[in-house]
């Protein structure tokens, strides 16, 4: 009958750490063509470091980390606890912003002695902020996989920071491992394109989409559920749960991931092994020729 064969192979996964709330999501990931990963937190250890600290006119690099960090203090996004170390680091004393705000998705602003700060991607930057001279600097870090987080104040950007986030040790092999049994890679990200591209190059990733806002990012996995059929989706964000919810079955990083995204998914990788993702289809693939 199916419901022993069903139950053996998911006490099977649970105990090589794959947590499947229910036999279907088992069922659906044997038929998955396409496999969706979040970037940060998921391909990547999700722990950046500051690597680079470009001042920009009469500023030093103390000065720039020093209003960053100040801000960035009231954030818990893993680039914002990264500026943070790194002032605490080079011993830097951090002001009290007012008005602080954080932008999902983009970074964050407030004012500090009476003056206005936005830290976070170029795009929430004042356009008219962007010389030539910045953006081709950040470009160059972004094509070395690193993420830019710029500074301004009122008069222009005072800097640039460049980070480097690591992948993962499995990230690499879990890809190809899955490429050989017919399952093609994607990395759906909030990240620049320069940034991503590079890091899915070195992932080995098939298809990259990049710069994508959380509602974004479920559209993308819409679209490929669309065109392929059964897609998964792996993330470990707040950011990512929407689109956990619509893949065909959602898969949560257990370690790296966060409530919403542990609550939303159909399977929970308990240690963040990527490589047990194929040693799940594989198994799927074996019941559903036994249930036949
Ligand atoms: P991802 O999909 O890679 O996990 P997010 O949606 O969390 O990324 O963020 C996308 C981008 O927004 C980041 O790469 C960064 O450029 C910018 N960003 C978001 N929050 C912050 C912050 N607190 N400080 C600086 N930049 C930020
Ligand atoms: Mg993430």
């Known amino acids: 009958s199916i419901m022993p064969a069903m139950l053996s192979a998911i006490s099977n996964c649970a105990r090589k750490g794959l947590l499947f709330k229910g036999g279907a999501h088992l069922e659906n990931l044997s038929r998955v063509k396409v496999i969706a990963f979040d970037k940060t937190g998921t391909l990547t250890e999700g722990r950046p470091v500051v690597t680079d600290l470009v001042p920009y006119r009469a500023f030093t690099e103390e000065e ?64 008219s902020f962007l010389l030539d001279a910045v953006v081709l600097r950040a470009q160059q ?5 690193k993420t830019v987080v710029m500074v301004q104040n009122s008069a222009g950007i005072v800097g640039i920071i460049g980070l480097q986030d690591r992948i993962r040790e499995q990230t690499k092999r879990a890809i190809e491992e899955l490429r050989k049994v017919g399952i093609a890679s994607a990395m759906i990200t909030g990240d620049q394109r320069v940034t991503a591209d590079a890091i899915a190059k070195e992932a080995g990733i098939d298809l990259v989409f990049s710069e994508l806002l959380p509602e974004d990012k479920v559209n993308m996995v ?51 092994d990527l490589l047990k993702i194929k040693e799940a289809v594989m198994l799927g693939r074996k019941m559903g020729v036994v249930v036949k």
């Not at 065109?227 to 929407?242: C, E, I, Q, R, S």
């Not at 619509?246 to 998914?265: F, N, Q, R, Y």
């Open 64 to 127: 720039v980390l020093q209003a960053a960090a100040s801000l960035e203090c009231l954030s818990t996004h893993p680039l914002a606890r990264a500026v943070v170390d790194e002032a605490r680091k080079r011993g830097v004393p951090l002001d009290r912003p007012d008005d602080f705000e954080a932008l999902t998705s983009w970074g964050v602003q407030a004012s500090l002695n009476g003056e206005r700060w936005k830290v976070g991607k170029a795009g929430l930057m004042d356009p």
């Open 141 to 145: 870090l972004e094509a070395a996989g």
């Open 222 to 272: 819409k679209q490929l559920k669309q065109t392929y059929g059964h897609v998964a989706m792996v993330g470990d964000g707040v950011n990512d749960a929407p689109a956990l919810a619509v893949s065909s079955v959602g898969i949560a990083m257990g370690v790296a991931g966060s409530d919403a995204a542990l609550e939303t998914a159909d399977l929970v990788l308990m240690n963040d």
